[in-house]
């Protein structure tokens, strides 16, 4: 009885579901049923598509009409364009990962994917922030806005946004600053063909597969 299920056991691990079948060290794929699959891609295609759309509404809007250029809408546009490329750039390849659970298109991509996923993330929060800022001189020291909230400070917001998401995003990544400490752990522990995993010791912005 014992060899039986021993037997059993061999058999259901050397069937069990991998990224890669005839790669050594290939990820585990949990395979959802179709029934679940396909609900799954509509309600995240459908997702991608609203804030694709909405967030080119919001840009084509500020630009098109200039009664709209203004500090404040400058900032609401870097804002735009940020919900805009994480729409359009992230949220799909997440999507395959999500319910195929497995990365299929390569680890130099997966860099590049969590990379501006860490950037894009950075800049909406600092862009939240800016907002902030500027609407806290325009309801609380309303005469002080237009001497505080100048087109070159906004400007300035902007480019320190951009420029700090960028070095925070890519750099993490690709100077590996996320496993700092514990690379040995996660090459042997974590890392593995199919996967794309933004590891960090602390998970200091997010863990996902």
């Known amino acids: 009885?014992?060899?039986?299920?021993?037997?059993?056991?061999?058999?259901?691990?050397?069937?069990?579901?991998?990224?890669?079948?005839?790669?050594?060290?290939?990820?585990?794929?949990?395979?959802?049923?179709?029934?679940?699959?396909?609900?799954?891609?509509?309600?995240?295609?459908?997702?991608?598509?609203?804030?694709?759309?909405?967030?080119?509404?919001?840009?084509?809007?500020?630009?098109?009409?200039?009664?709209?250029?203004?500090?404040?809408n400058y900032l609401v546009l870097s804002l735009a364009v940020t919900d805009l490329l994480l729409g359009g750039f992230v949220m799909p390849p997440s999507m395959l990962r999500s319910v195929e659970t497995c990365w299929y298109l390569g680890p130099l991509f997966c860099k590049i994917h969590s990379s501006v996923d860490i950037t894009l993330s950075t800049a909406s929060i600092i862009n939240l922030c800016f907002i902030s800022i500027d609407r806290y001189y325009a309801v609380c020291?309303?005469?002080?806005?237009?001497?505080?909230?100048?087109?070159?400070?906004?400007?300035?917001?902007i480019s320190i946004c951009w420029t700090v998401s960028a070095i925070v995003g890519f750099g993490i990544i690709f100077l590996e600053l996320n496993i700092l400490g514990i690379e040995k752990f996660y090459y042997e522990n974590v890392e593995c063909e199919g996967g794309c995993v933004l590891f960090s010791f602390h998970c200091s912005f997010h863990c996902s597969q």
Do not use: R, W
């Open 141 to 157: 020291q309303p005469l002080l806005y237009h001497s505080k909230i100048t087109p070159l400070v906004t400007v300035i917001m």
């Open 1 to 72: 009885l014992d060899c039986e299920m021993n037997s059993s056991h061999a058999h259901a691990v050397e069937i069990s579901p991998l990224c890669y079948d005839f790669i050594n060290g290939s990820c585990p794929k949990f395979v959802y049923p179709l029934l679940l699959k396909v609900p799954l891609y509509l309600f995240f295609s459908s997702v991608v598509i609203l804030t694709v759309l909405g967030n080119l509404f919001v840009i084509l809007t500020i630009v098109h009409f200039k009664q709209l250029h203004m500090p404040t």
